[in-house]
């Protein structure tokens, strides 16, 4: 028991020590006593982060990221699959809901912003949303997965918002 005791003492203190350094830079360590070293920092005050993933798993998200997933809404694409066949309809990957949200995931590029496209896309989502009995419907017309995620298109962010033009950030 006293070793249990000597033990949790010993990380309890353990950990006073790194947490006061953390928030206290230049505090010195008692003598005698071990942690692990603090991360260090880069010229500019920048963390140095030495697990950077670059590889596959990037690769993974990104397909992931841009088309069908566990998180599909396979109503809302069955009915934009059913009633629309034409450029914008060919523009969409996957399609989610969340409550009164859609989020309409497409291959159009990032700087699409207000395309004829996107806002086609977003008011065919509020006839969606209306068919559906939403009365405060949120639409979300997004990009294809890139260096900035899925940025958003052309939206609609509820009852006092009357068309699906993105207003901020101004599109490019």
């Not at 068919?131 to 890139?146: H, K, R, Y």
């Amino acid at each position: 028991m006293v070793e249990v005791s000597l033990g949790v003492a010993a990380f309890t203190a353990g950990a006073l020590v790194v947490a006061g350094q953390l928030t206290h830079p230049g505090s010195a360590a008692p003598a005698g006593t071990a942690f692990a070293p603090v991360p260090s920092s880069s010229p500019a005050g920048e963390l140095t982060v030495a697990s950077v993933d670059t590889g596959e798993k990037t690769e993974k998200a990104a397909k992931k990221a841009s088309g069908p997933s566990k998180y599909t809404d396979n109503k809302a694409v069955a009915y934009f699959r059913g009633k629309w066949k034409d450029g914008p309809a060919a523009k969409v990957r996957d399609i989610r809901t969340t409550g009164r949200y859609l989020r309409i995931y497409t291959s159009l590029p990032e700087d699409a912003g207000n395309s004829k496209s996107a806002i086609t896309l977003c008011k065919r989502g509020l006839e969606y949303l209306s068919e559906q009995g939403e009365p405060n419907p949120v639409v979300f017309v997004q990009a294809e997965f890139g260096e900035n995620g899925n940025p958003v298109l052309a939206n609609i962010l509820g009852p006092d918002d009357t068309d699906c033009r993105v207003s901020a950030p101004k599109p490019k």
